[in-house]
């Protein structure tokens, strides 16, 4: 067992967990936030995506023991109370979803691109972002919506 | 297992060179081998406390890189792109970002299969490692042939900035791909330098070719494919992966003279103007028709309330024993052990089944607990509820069965065989059709062109991203609330009662929201088994597959092959058409009958021939079960006769358009079954706007590939047919927070239900889209509107609206002049609201929620029902109602690797007025790019009964990269003057035609059509090659 603490949408929280267990499910079964989604265990899908000290990761390919001290934020900690993030604004201004279960991943995907390629100063282009999100499958929409949705969010940041 | 962390380098080389110690960088591998059936090492020593991510210029002015350096770090370093362009550019191609920011260099080496490692080869990489005894310099060629103790970090000397150098990882899809090989070469005067690796292939520089080189690219070739040392896998043969490798790396280092172009002789339409009335679909905020979706905030937010998302502390976590093999007895079955196990609370065998242990929509073969014969791997045979997933993995484990296994049937072909071993007692033909019409010989005989060919289609999976579970709760009252993603729950509820020999009343069953569904939830999945745990363990209890036992136990498409001959005159009509259609079942029915019967309801797609043979077999066999899936076949026989017209068109000399046209059925016509169908058809339009298409005239991309435009018509049934019951109720109300309430049994699965729901109720009712709460997917909360798939929905949705409109209204207006004192008829529905008639306001007199509180428990509700319509055709089933489309793809075909690239793709729809911009683009837009996966990269694979594609790391659904980078759809909306039946649905339509479309848009490029879906890379190369293509 390890003793796991770490920052999760801006608190503390901590945790005896198996060594083995995975950031994500810590995240959804110990702490409840099921906002976080499994649709693999081969870190294909991106369902998982959550920022680890504001960078996305996947978080079913990352032990919660490894990344104990670090701040971790999921879609439950991205909007401000009642005011959305403009990334989840243009998500559902844009129907940059369907189903929504890939969504979650989607939108941390998107607002980490966003960030990087405004700290770089290089240009997040509609070929950057499906650059970006070549790790990130949706089966329902097409990804066109999601494209125009981040494109957008990346003008309103 | 453990997971240290050392904090020195002398700690972390104790800790690696004890038994059963493995050094992780990010780790990102490990759960992949694990997923796929590796034990996890006693303990993991994690290098992450070490440092060494430090990446620096080296003395010989290239670049030393720490171990723990991540490929993100690697990538985004300032300096490599100029000291060694050929990693930079590498880097960018390995997993994807989420991965490249955690994934290390160390990881890649000591990992010893990572696709960098041919790039490093190249570049003459050396490692430093601290070795067992010594510290370790040496080329990374050689620390890979003998690994030795811990890499601390490796020196990239700098790039010859003359060398000529090429890089190409060849996949299974076009981003974040598993490797099929991966190749980095560099070439100067003086040497040169080759590294091959990736995927299965061992990572190796190859100096024979290196020698080679100087001798021109002819010798490289032929040098490469013999030394590079590739082995088969599930998708690729090594001889395709060594012939792509030298023919990446020739091309690469010296440029290949273009392949000259195809001799295609298919022809170009003429250009004609589009279809009056056609118009494009463009989405995006601030345009009238455009609505933010009713379950938009909830989805962004993560509070969407997916099913397998409830938790709640007194739940147990259920999980399901599958057999694990594809066709046995069950000798015994002991869960006596599993039982007494701390923390478990029930174990459920086909012993606690009190009704019916079996299920299906139409037919009830499928067992809910397996009692005696295992007939596919996902066959479930227990399951048991306990207090974590942990204790639930053990107790699965504790359950011992012994089961003597029986010859598997591993093809249709094997299950028709005469001695086969039977699956089923009534023998293995799970369903036969045939038809015969006009003299088919004759029509073959007069014929002047005949063309033959036998397709054949993939067992697609639906991976809606959500795998199926959910939770289920038994209530004090005796009742059980069973609450899984579904697409009918009335049915569900049905079934279930029969199972667990309940009443339907006491069964209360929600289905939605669910995370896709595409016909994969149609039937039940793991609500038997959940509720016997439910039940017996008196406690609530959730279950939710894994992506891999879903692979196991999910329905799939029924894979199909289609032998189809075709002949026609010399002016191109068709004169007779024979069709042969064997569909593989699976291990129960499901819905597979009514899907192949579906296929050959298309067997002359829209058009007309004097003569008609076919024939359809649908075989049990232990490869999974197959069932529904969007398109229900359709796609499938659409995919044959399409590129039958093409190949017709070619001989002929006529161009794709006029083919057709020549041949397409008339309005008023009767169907293929010689029965009545709706009026509204669209065909010759659809072939207008396909001959207007400027893809015809599209120009050719810069890398000079071959590249070609194809087309196909499809048209697409809805509702349920002929046969099967087909009917349904909702209901109009008024809630008492002062919500109008438009309730229905349909699902929200992503598609736009909700949306649809709002936006016909509030144009019946002339109140706005806000004023109006859609709720579904429930049976208690909504009346049974039967399933949710069919394309069904919109005429569900429309017709709820339409019949309980006027009756609901007419209760309001006499509730608001009750409350105005107003009188009713003066009175009229309005966004917020009730309004005087007459006036030019749209202010409310009385708002919904006054009335509400006016009305106080009388509240007003309206109930209706309806029926879908039917043809008059009994003898079989068949369709009344369609909707049409016209697909065009273009594409490039990648003459090094036979990989198919689409350009841009275009469908044209016609399906009467489109009810909500976005849910109808997002149904065609989803749907053509599920349609381009069948088509080109996804395929359940299955050995003597055994799933190969066992996750999403093999079985490939399109990623971001596989879509067209250019997408347009259009819409003709008008409907028949005197046609009743309103909007169609769209659900299936976007899917219908993708695969003919790419397939003749490849023959346009390369002349000859692939015909076995997807279409592999291989079997383009062939295709290229047999042509004039070089
Ligand atoms: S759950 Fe699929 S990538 Fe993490
Ligand atoms: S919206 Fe369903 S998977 Fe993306």
Known sequence: MADVAMNVNGEAVRAELPDNTLLVDFLRETLGLTGTHVGCETSQCGACVVHLDGEAIKSCSVLAASVAGRAVTTIEGLADGDALHPMQAAFNAHHGLQCGFCTPGMIMAGVDMVRRYRASGEALDEAAIRHELEGNICRCTGYHNIVRAIDAAAKAM | MKVLRPGTLGEARALIARPGHVAVGGGTVLQLGWASGATPPEALVDLSRLGLGDIAASADGGLTIGAAATLADIENDPQLSDTAPLLARAVRDIGAPGIRRLATLGGQIGWGAGCLLPALLALDARVFAAGSTDPVDMPLADWLAAPDGLVLSVTVPPQAPDATWTWRKIGLRAAFTPSVIAVAGLRSEASAALGAGGGPVPPRRLPVSEAAVAEGPEALRLALEAEIEAPDCIHRTGRYRARVAAAALTRGLFG????????????????????????????????????????????????????????????????????????????????????????????????????????????????????????????????????????????????????????????????????????????????????????????????????????????????????????????????????????????????????????????????????????????????PALALLALKAGRPVRLHLSRAESVLAGVKRNPMTIRMKTGCDADGRLLAQEVELVADCGAYASLSPAVAETALEHALGPYLAPALKTSGRLAYTNNGVGGAFRGFGANQMTFAIECQLDRLAALTGLDPVEIRRRNLRRPGMPGLMGHKVAGSERLAEMLAAAAASPLWSARAGPDGDPEGTGMALNFQGNGLGSLPQDDGEGELRLAADGAIEIASGLDEMGQGLATALQAVGAARLGCARSDIRPVYGDTQAAPDSGSTSASRGTFAAWSIARGAAPGFAEKVLALAADLTGVEATSLRLVPGGVAVAGTNSDAPIARFADLARHAGTALPRQKTAFAFPKTDYTDGNARFIHCYGATLARVAVDPVTGEVRLRALEMHTAAGPVIDLAAYLGQIEGGLIQGLGLTLTEDTLFREGRVLTTNLDAYMVPSIRDVAPSLRVTALEDLDADDPWGPRGVGELGIGAVTPAIANAVAAAIGGWPVAAPFSPEAILELATGSAAA
């Open chain 2, 256 to 527: 290949t003279p273009r392949a000259p172009a195809a001799e295609t002789s298919l022809k170009v339409p003429a250009a004609e103007p589009p279809p009056e009335g056609l118009r494009s679909l463009e989405g995006g905020p601030g345009g009238p028709e455009w609505h933010p979706r009713p379950d938009g905030r909830a989805k962004i937010t993560g509070q969407a309330g997916y099913l397998t998302d409830a938790r709640a502390p007194d739940m147990l976590v259920g999980r399901i024993l599958r057999a694990g093999r594809p066709h046995a007895r069950i000798l015994s079955l002991d869960t006596s052990r599993a039982e007494t196990l701390p923390g478990v609370a029930a174990v459920v065998t086909h012993a606690d089944v009190p009704g019916l242990n079996a299920f299906g929509i139409m037919w009830q073969d499928q067992p809910a607990l397996c009692h005696d014969v295992i007939r596919y791997e996902g066959d479930p045979v227990a399951a048991v509820a306990a207090v974590d997933e942990a204790t639930a993995e053990t107790a699965l484990q504790a359950i011992e069965v012994v089961y003597e296994d029986l010859p598997v049937i591993a093809s249709p072909a094997e299950a028709l065989a005469e001695d086969a071993t039977r699956l089923h007692q009534g023998g293995n033909l799970a369903a036969g059709f045939d038809l015969e019409r006009g003299d088919v010989e004759a029509g073959f005989g007069a014929a002047a062109h005949i063309v033959e060919a036998t397709y054949v289609t993939p067992r697609q999976m639906h991976v809606f991203l959500e795998t199926e579970g959910g939770w289920c709760a038994p209530g004090d009252d005796g009742t059980l609330t069973v609450a899984v993603g579904g697409q009918h729950g009335g049915r569900d509820r049905e079934q279930l009662a029969r199972i667990l020999d309940m009443p339907e009343e006491r069964l209360h069953v929600i289905t939605s929201p669910t995370g896709g569904g595409f016909g994969g939830k149609d039937e039940l999945t793991v609500q």
